[in-house]
């Protein structure tokens, strides 16, 4: 049996397994129980605009449910419902709904975002993309993938790793420009895409 209180290469795996699962069960709960209309509501309290609905706050108690269930010595620290503190040396930290802005507007690219720290150092990391279908999961320095979940026969698993050839002038970048768009605006986004 493994000791899950030490951190080896066997934990690892089964972190990673257990994000892998976890990836899954939350595409799956999106569709079932938080893909219908919802109101969003500011959580910052008039200073400024921090977006949250029902769905970030379902999503976080599911991810914590599943944790507890399977690690329930963890720690775990979430956006929605703070810090679960113990006396153990592994951390979870979870954004339910990184880019619930988004998720508002109906762009599809907002994710989950699951982290496991061991002894404050990062181990595992998954960030699940339900509307895509897809999932990335990191577990070392060298071992990362992207997961494409099939609806049907087997998911496709492609390792992913740094082209040493690449230049900056043929990179790619994106990145977010809600914050000069009204949210009229950033409603059209995904008519767009």
Same mark, same amino acid.
């Given at each position: 049996?493994l000791?899950?209180?030490q951190?080896?290469?066997k934990?690892v795996r089964?972190f990673?397994?257990?994000?892998?699962?976890?990836a899954?069960?939350m595409?799956?709960?999106y569709y079932?129980?938080?893909n219908?209309p919802?109101?969003?509501?500011?959580?910052?309290k008039? +200073?400024?605009?921090?977006? /949250?609905?029902? &769905?970030d706050?379902?999503?976080e *108690?599911f991810?914590?449910?599943?944790?507890? @269930? !399977?690690?329930?010595?963890h720690?775990?620290?979430?956006?929605?419902?703070?810090?679960k503190?113990t006396?153990s040396d592994f951390?979870w930290?979870?954004?339910p709904?990184d880019?619930t802005?988004?998720?508002i507007?109906g762009?599809p690219?907002?994710?989950?975002?699951?982290?496991?720290?061991?002894k404050?150092?990062?181990?595992?990391?998954?960030?699940?993309?339900p509307?895509?279908?897809?999932y990335?999961?990191?577990?070392?320095n +060298?071992t990362?993938y992207? /997961?494409?979940? &099939?609806?049907?026969?087997?998911? *496709?698993k492609k390792?992913?790793?740094?082209? @040493? !050839?690449?230049?900056?002038?043929?990179?790619?970048?994106?990145?977010a420009?809600?914050g000069?768009?009204?949210l009229?605006k950033?409603?059209?986004?995904?008519k767009?895409?």
């Amino acid at each position: 049996m493994l000791d899950m209180d030490q951190l080896d290469t066997k934990n690892v795996r089964v972190f990673a397994n257990f994000l892998s699962q976890l990836a899954k069960d939350m595409t799956r709960f999106y569709y079932l129980k938080l893909n219908k209309p919802f109101k969003a509501m500011n959580k910052s309290k008039g +200073k400024g605009y921090d977006p /949250v609905t029902k &769905a970030d706050r379902a999503f976080e *108690k599911f991810i914590r449910s599943k944790i507890k @269930k !399977k690690f329930p010595n963890h720690e775990i620290i979430g956006e929605e419902f703070g810090y679960k503190k113990t006396k153990s040396d592994f951390t979870w930290v979870i954004d339910p709904i990184d880019g619930t802005r988004s998720f508002i507007v109906g762009n599809p690219t907002w994710s989950n975002l699951i982290a496991l720290n061991y002894k404050g150092n990062p181990t595992v990391g998954l960030a699940n993309f339900p509307r895509l279908s897809k999932y990335y999961l990191n577990y070392s320095n +060298k071992t990362a993938y992207v /997961v494409n979940i &099939a609806c049907v026969g087997k998911d *496709k698993k492609k390792k992913l790793s740094v082209n @040493k !050839k690449a230049t900056f002038k043929t990179a790619k970048v994106a990145g977010a420009f809600h914050g000069w768009l009204s949210l009229k605006k950033q409603s059209r986004i995904p008519k767009v895409l």
